[in-house]
């Protein structure tokens, strides 16, 4: 329990209506979307709706030796934001304004608290798009998908989250506020401090407004389901789509198990006797050179032994993207605890990471469904489970480490954008070396010398 001199004083800064101290409202808080994690209460939930209020909470924090972990809407899958040392949770769904929208320069100014399909919406009527596009547009914020570098279903030719996001607002730990970048496109005064902040995950400042980047949309697109009767056939295809130098909009895997579950839950015609589906669309400024890269495509998936079924109107398209966007939602209704993985490797060697991961499903005798943004070399391997089974977790352990350390050995890396977390923490010193994390410590001490920004996530103490 904490001082109440000091409930008083959050209180004072942004309203007693705006501070949760009762346990029913901090059990909400209390953990995130990942599985098989601890979850612990915080000691209050603070709900700031300005710039000032949250260099207040921050002073206040520092004074008092208080944890923060600011909280956007939870919806990480690495357990980014579990108030392990407790102390505050800021919680930004009060800062939810968009501040601007610049055609001009293409560029919209926002609150941390933002939802990204708001965003999304608010710059639709401009015929201009915000184009990361991680599975939880609708729920997730900016300020979090800022903080994770979230990437999604258009990466592989959009990019991901770090490449629109021009300029920040950030509380230091010291309590400072810090601006820098701007709408400028070009900007190379002093470090990059965008690339420093994006993928931080609330562990070096919090963030509390953003300018990102909007661009046009494309004019023209195809969409079509490639479904294949082996999975090696599926994975050889993406890797000669990329080879073909076509880069489609959107390139992702579903797994036998992927695919009969999510059929089973949303009734949209997949093929389920099928070991593997890919989702592919290309898009662009022309419709012939859609209708050319689409022939490309077809033909790489011809050759690789696949059928093909092309979206024929709107609607039909929304409906694949719609199945795709239900793999995790479907699989999560099949056993208690769902461990959703995102290991990454190069393009060329998702086959072989496809392969490792059925062969370590089959030695550990789990239920692996495997989906992804197979262009980006983007797997999620979902393991079926239940936390109160301590046999079975023990094998979706070790099945996780060899997961990871097959990521590994491809050239790979342990995250592609769901963050380290508290959940990958333990994996980091296998990809970074001991040279890594001393300057992971380093760069967070430098920052937040006393470990008060999210402590106990991304970066591990020495020790
Ligand atoms: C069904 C499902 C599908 C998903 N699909 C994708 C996907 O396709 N691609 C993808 O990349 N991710 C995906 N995710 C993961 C998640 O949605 C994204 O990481 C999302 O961007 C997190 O946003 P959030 O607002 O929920 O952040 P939160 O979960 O609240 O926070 C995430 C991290 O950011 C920090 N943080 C939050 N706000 C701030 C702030 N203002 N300042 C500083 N730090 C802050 C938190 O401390 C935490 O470390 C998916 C998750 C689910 C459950």
Not at 76 to 104: A, C, H
Request: hydrophobic share 45%; charged share 20%; aromatic share 4%.
């Amino acid at each position: 329990m904490l001082d109440t001199a000091i409930i008083k004083q959050l209180e004072d800064i942004v309203g007693s209506g705006n501070v949760l101290t009762k346990k029913a409202d901090l059990v909400t808080y209390s953990y995130d979307a990942t599985a098989d994690m601890p979850s612990q209460l915080p000691d209050v939930v603070v709900m700031p709706a300005t710039t000032a209020a949250v260099q207040k909470i921050v002073l206040l924090a520092k004074e008092k030796s208080l944890a923060i972990y600011p909280r956007g809407a939870g919806t990480n899958l690495s357990g980014g934001t579990i108030p392990l040392k407790k102390g505050i949770v800021l919680s930004f769904q009060k800062m939810d304004k968009i501040l601007e929208v610049d055609p001009e320069n293409l560029t919209a100014t926002v609150q941390a608290g933002v939802v990204i399909q708001a965003l999304s919406d608010a710059v639709a009527p401009y015929g201009l798009i915000y184009p990361p596009d991680p599975g939880t547009v609708t729920t997730a914020t900016m300020g979090g998908s800022v903080a994770e570098c979230a990437g999604g279903l258009r990466g592989l030719k959009y990019g991901v989250t770090k490449h629109y996001i021009m300029g920040m607002e950030v509380v230091l730990a010291s309590g400072e506020i810090f601006r820098f970048g701007g709408k400028t496109v070009k900007n190379v005064t002093a470090y990059d401090f965008a690339s420093l902040f994006v993928g931080s995950e609330g562990t070096l400042g919090i963030i509390t407004e953003i300018i990102a980047k909007l661009i046009p949309p494309p004019k023209f697109r195809k969409a079509m389901l490639a479904s294949f009767k082996r999975l090696e056939d599926a994975g050889n295809t993406v890797t000669g789509i990329i080879k073909a130098y076509v880069i489609p909009a959107t390139l992702e895997i579903m797994d036998k198990m992927t695919i009969q579950t999510v059929e089973n839950y949303a009734k949209v015609g997949l093929p389920t006797d099928a070991e593997a589906v890919l989702l592919i669309e290309v898009d662009g400024g022309a419709q012939q050179l859609v209708d050319s890269e689409a022939e490309a495509v077809l033909k790489v998936i011809k050759e690789n032994n696949g059928e093909v079924k092309i979206a024929q109107s709107d609607a039909e398209r929304d409906q694949l993207w719609a199945a795709r966007r239900a793999a995790l939602p479907a699989l999560a209704q099949l056993s208690p605890t769902t461990v959703l993985e995102d290991a990454t490797v190069p393009r060329n060697r998702i086959t072989e990471m496809l392969v490792a991961v059925q062969k370590i499903a089959a030695k550990y005798q789990l239920k692996i469904g495997t989906f992804g943004h197979a262009g980006d070399g983007n797997l999620h391997p979902t393991i079926l489970a239940d936390a109160r089974n301590k046999e079975e977790m023990e094998r979706v352990h070790q099945a996780v480490d060899e997961i990871f350390a097959a990521a590994l050995k491809l050239g790979g890396t342990l995250s592609g954008e769901h963050g380290i977390g508290m959940a990958k923490m333990k994996y980091l010193k296998s990809e970074l070396g001991e040279s890594g994390l001393n300057l992971m410590r380093r760069v967070k001490e430098a920052l937040d010398p006393d470990y008060m920004l999210n402590p106990a996530k991304m970066v591990p103490v020495k020790g």
